[in-house]
């Protein structure tokens, strides 16, 4: 059976995620500035959600790439973090291509490549906490032959 790695913190581009994610949040909500396509398609409250949510996905991300603890934990924030910015990206995609239609194909593809690629790295982390709640195996006895 081939080892199995773990990777925590070698993911480039969901780190760069994460990162920009709060920092957008904060910048809408404190600057009262959104895409038009959030302001048409999104009613007030779920806006301010979506908003809360950039920050708070971000910001889960965060902690769970810089978790000091157990790796199971980490990955565990690590997935919430991941699966809400597959939703919030989606969400975004969703409002893009209602607002702009063919004219947002651009715009729509590479937010949806977020939510994709978000989503995918869940289904990673998924795996990689199901091999560390393996039990771990014994070597059997005759493995290393026998001693005379």
Same mark, same amino acid.
């Given at each position: 059976?081939?080892? *199995?790695?773990? @990777? ?19 910048? *809408?909500?404190? /600057? ?7 302001? &048409? $398609? ?5 806006? /301010? ?5 950039? &920050? ?6 965060? +902690?769970?790439?810089? @978790?000091?603890?157990?790796? !199971?934990?980490? /990955?565990?924030?690590?997935?919430? !973090? *991941?699966? *809400?910015?597959?939703?919030? $990206?989606?969400?975004?995609? &969703?409002? /893009?291509?209602?607002? !702009?239609?063919?004219? +947002?194909? $651009?715009?729509? !593809?590479?937010?949806?490549?977020? $939510?994709?690629?978000? @989503? @995918? ?28």
């Amino acid at each position: 059976m081939p080892k *199995m790695r773990i @990777w925590r913190n070698r993911q480039p581009f969901q780190n760069a995620v994460v990162v920009t994610a709060p920092v957008c949040g904060v910048l *809408m909500i404190t /600057l009262e500035v959104r895409p038009p396509s959030v302001e &048409v $398609a999104m009613p007030g409250p779920v806006r /301010l959600g979506w908003e809360l949510g950039l &920050v708070v996905a971000g910001l889960v991300g965060l +902690a769970g790439l810089l @978790w000091p603890g157990r790796c !199971s934990t980490a /990955l565990g924030i690590e997935l919430a !973090s *991941m699966l *809400m910015l597959g939703t919030l $990206a989606g969400m975004y995609a &969703v409002s /893009l291509a209602a607002f !702009s239609g063919r004219m +947002a194909v $651009a715009a729509a !593809s590479f937010v949806t490549a977020v $939510a994709i690629g978000s @989503w @995918w790295r869940s289904a990673e982390i998924v795996r990689d906490l199901r091999v560390l709640a393996r039990p771990r195996q014994s070597c059997p006895g005759d493995i290393f032959g026998r001693l005379p």
